[in-house]
DNA sequence: TCTGGGGTCCTAGGACCC
DNA sequence: TCTGGGGTCCTAGGACCC
């Protein structure tokens, strides 16, 4: 028997403001936004902070006015405080489902299918309460029988208040009225390129994308866009993703508070993020044997445009940090070119596998990967006890005049001993 | 030496997602 | 003055070979 799919998207409500509400009681009901990294640009926004105009990815200096003149509270993001919630929320969901993905770091699915669930709403309500109640962090949940059409009821959901939160699409009478009524550039998969193809040819909602013929679509949006136009049609073809798969790549990446014109200042910011990259492998037990460093001028700013990249293969895969920079330097020299200011650089470790499938280099001593080993363990312990960067590699540089801006960070409240909440009575 | 087609493998870049 | 960061997947095109 092939039991229809149903699928759950749990999707936390303006994420990372709601996270820094939690601590700030005095701020429910008050506009709040969360700045990216720099402080460039606004990433979250409460819903108080949407009603006033303020709009995705704006770049903080074009908002000030608004943020004085509506009193918006501005956070710089602090990403620990918003992975430690994002694991909470992930253990209370796990108790609800048999199978859950975790998609981001705000949102997962899980499937419904074999739950032994009479009325799915009510069950989706007691989802939402729980987390509400334990976590202080507001969710929305859409429902469907496929994960598109999941994703597109959790917008449906959390863009109209009188469904509570909760869009159940499977059994809707009338979903094609209510696919007619949305952009296609809200589905799933189709970005504003695709879009803007699509508009073209006249394909302008949902429904009209899902009744275009398979064909066409096949030859105009490859077999990702076949499949997405089958999902909206309610035939599953993309499943759960498998449990913990080794992440394929890990990225360190930062824009520069001013740009950057010669080269020993990228190479102290090469190793830094070649360091922290590596920590991030060994935090994850694996070794990996590919580096690729890219390096970019600013797209907003005159003057010519400048992006390279350049990738090399290690002799072994390995996650000792110093085999890397060296890697990393030398890749760096390949790109680097005078007369350019620079205003962001990157590190993209790939060829990632666990570390107990290592493949040990056949002209290396074996004592060497002991000391190595060792070595990182040292750093990453003591860096742990006494702080992140209490070792580290020279390399690294200590006048960091790459680094960037974040002047509103609010405390570690949940991953630090020394930020802890305090309360006065 | 020149000509050419077809295959594989790899890499860089672009599209998408959050 | 000030415009994010971390991922996955697919594909075009170059290098190389026969």
Known sequence: MNQPKLFGLVDCNNFYASCERVFKPKLRGKPIIVLSNNDGCVIARSNEAKTVGITMAQPYFECKKLVKKYNIAVFSSNFSLYGDFSNRIMNILENFTTDLEIYSVDEAFLDLTSMPVKDIIAYAQTIRKTVKDWTGIPVSIGIGPTKTLTKLANKIAKKNPGHNGVFNITDCPDIDQILEKIDVGEVWGIGWKLRKFLHQYNIKNVLQLKNTDDEWVKKHMAINGLRTVLELRGIPKIEMAEVEEAQKSIITSRSFRHPVTTLQPLKEAVATFTSRTTEKLREQGCVASHIQVYISTGY?????????????????????????????????????????????????????????????????????????????????QTNWRWGSETLQYGATGINRKWSYRQEKRSPNYTTQWDQILTIRI
């Open 300 to 380: 907003h700013q005159q003057g010519a445009m400048y992006r390279e990249s350049k990738g090399k293969e290690l002799p072994y895969p390995t996650a000792y940090t110093g085999d890397f920079i060296a890697v990393a330097h030398e890749c760096l020299k390949n790109i680097f070119k005078w007369g350019y200011g620079y205003k962001k650089a990157g590190v993209i470790l790939t060829g990632i596998v666990p570390k107990r499938h290592q493949q040990l280099d056949l002209f290396t001593p074996l004592q060497n990967y002991e000391k190595k080993n060792k070595l990182m363990e040292i750093m990453d």
